[in-house]
């Protein structure tokens, strides 16, 4: 994140600019890493990721990463003008201080969330449906396999790789766009 505030330093606009802003509308939670807000009261979304490329493919993604606090913050009222994910440049090479602008690739994904939208809105709705449940069968859960553990054997807490329960001790909140549904 440092090296994205020398950069956005540069902008035409860095008072505009927020940082971690957080969007918490029924009963979903998104932070978005940089906030662009405009005098209309519209916003630019901009996801930073450590990745060197734009990650699109199953599970999760950074455009549904991305897509979530779109919907989180167009369930408080808030028209999001443009969506982008910032990630570092593969080919960047140092040649003495870092070159923030040369070092980060902004990409405009805007168009691929408004594809995703409406099966985002399915998958928060059955992520919220998950959250109100008192017991979940954990033996259908396909993500048990893939972190390594044998079907129907519990791991001490649910972690950020699971998307099907949550963490120990966390409120019970809609954080990702998906769950398990085993």
Known sequence: EAQVRLLVRGWSDPEQLSFQKIFDA???YARADLVREHSD???D????????????STGA???DDAGFQVAVAKMLGIEVRSVSIIHVNGGYIRAGDID??????????SAEVAEREAELAV???AALDQLVQTQIDER??????????????APRRWGARCRG??????????????????
């Open 100 to 109: 923030p602008a040369a070092l980060f690739v902004i990409v405009d994904i």
């Open 26 to 28: 029924e009963r979903c």
């Open 123 to 125: 998958e928060i709705s």
């Open 61 to 63: 993604d950074h455009i």
């Open 165 to 182: 329960g949550r963490a120990a001790g966390t409120r019970p909140r809609a954080r990702r766009a998906s769950a398990c549904t085993g």
């Open 41 to 43: 009261g519209s916003i």
């Open 45 to 56: 979304i901009f996801e930073i990721k450590g990745s060197t490329s734009l990650k699109s």
């Open 140 to 153: 259908g859960c396909t993500c048990r396999r893939r972190h390594g553990r044998p079907r129907g054997t």
